[in-house]
């Protein structure tokens, strides 16, 4: 069964960032697209980025665009997001996961403050 392990979350002031990193087993890591979601406090669970299989296709939500970078290490079973010039709205707990989906981990927090 496919599990994964976020880390990398913290506190941090609005414009700094993070990195996250989700390492993945019980599964074949590089023959699937991965994803990465978030969930704000009262809020549902959302999209933010997702990466193909070889990490040269990626997309993004219209809400982290241009701030946010999603990678992946095939040889690892780890896939990445950078996050800069974080905003208070990018408070949440974030998730990553395989495209076609599956359990879900424990996440990792991410709190933007001053």
């Known amino acids: 069964q496919a599990q994964f392990v976020e880390s990398g979350g913290g506190l941090v002031q609005p414009g700094g960032s993070l990195r996250l990193s989700c390492v993945a087993s019980?599964?074949?890591?590089?023959?699937?697209?991965m994803r990465w979601y978030r969930q704000a406090p009262g809020k549902e669970r959302e999209w933010v980025a997702s990466i193909g299989l070889t990490g040269s296709s990626t997309t993004y939500a219209d809400s982290v665009k241009g701030r946010f970078t999603i990678s992946r290490d095939n040889a690892k079973s780890t896939v990445y997001l950078q996050l800069d010039n974080l905003k208070r709205d990018d408070t949440a707990l974030y998730f990553c996961?395989?495209?076609?989906?599956?359990?879900w981990g424990q996440g990792t927090q991410v709190t933007v403050s001053s």
């Open positions: 019980g599964f074949t890591f590089s023959s699937n697209a």
């Open positions: 996961n395989k495209a076609t989906g599956g359990a």
